[in-house]
């Protein structure tokens, strides 16, 4: 009987406030993942549930080509005279 060992995977997740409150979460490496919760601590634990539902439904091959994505994060400057951007001395 062949037996398989669990392993923590890593997953990048993008979390957001929400204008009406509370938060939501992406998941850039799987497409369409996302998730919500009224406290940020919520909001993870049941991105933590929405991966792992996504994972089940896909198949092996696919969850193989996971590990070899990359997600990095990149901040990129733009030049504004919008008021909402102005500081205030």
């Known amino acids: 009987m062949k037996t398989t060992s669990k ?3 890593q997953f990048p997740v993008i979390v957001q406030e929400d204008e009406s409150g509370g938060f939501w979460v992406s998941c850039p490496a799987l497409e369409g993942c996302y998730s919500q919760g009224e406290t940020i601590d919520k909001a993870l634990a049941n991105m933590q549930e ?12 696919k969850q193989r080509a996971l590990s070899e994505k990359q997600v990095s994060l990149h901040l990129v400057g733009v030049w504004t005279y919008s008021p909402a951007f102005q ?3």
């Open 7 to 9: 392993k923590i995977h």
């Open 50 to 61: 929405a991966i792992l539902l996504t994972l089940e439904d896909l198949p092996i091959k």
């Open 87 to 89: 500081v205030k001395w």
